[in-house]
């Protein structure tokens, strides 16, 4: 009994996984339309954000939807109070359950205020 007990316990661990990617490192990115002949850039006065965005999935066959770059980006926007970031870099994230799963990009950078 107590070797079945730890059979499933060992198969739950290799069911329940997840791995994450990095998918790309960007200098310089927005989801806003700016100027940028006109725009000054302190990147001292930035704050490092992240923002993601998910979609989850029934069995890992059936999805709700596809996690969505521009949402991720324009969440870390948000958090970070600004219109651009820099040194941005972007990760795949996928999580495997039982019974289902989760699949998320996240972005992580300096966000800044466009100033004039």
């Known amino acids: ?12 661990i290799v069911i329940s ?26 990147i001292r006065s930035g704050e490092r954000v992240k ?18 770059l521009q949402e991720a980006i324009d969440s870390a926007l948000e958090k970070g109070n600004g219109s651009i970031m820099v040194d941005q870099v972007t990760y795949l994230k996928q999580y495997y359950f039982v019974l289902g799963g989760s699949s998320c990009i996240e972005v992580e950078g300096t966000v800044l205020a466009s100033a004039s």
């Open 1 to 12: 009994m107590n070797k079945v007990k730890w059979m499933l316990i060992g198969l739950f």
């Open 17 to 42: 996984s997840g791995c994450a990617h990095r998918v790309a490192d960007l200098t310089l990115v927005s989801t806003k339309n700016i100027d940028l002949n006109n725009t000054v850039l302190d």
């Open 51 to 68: 923002g993601s965005d998910c979609a989850l999935s029934l069995l890992g066959l059936i999805p709700f939807g596809v996690p969505n």
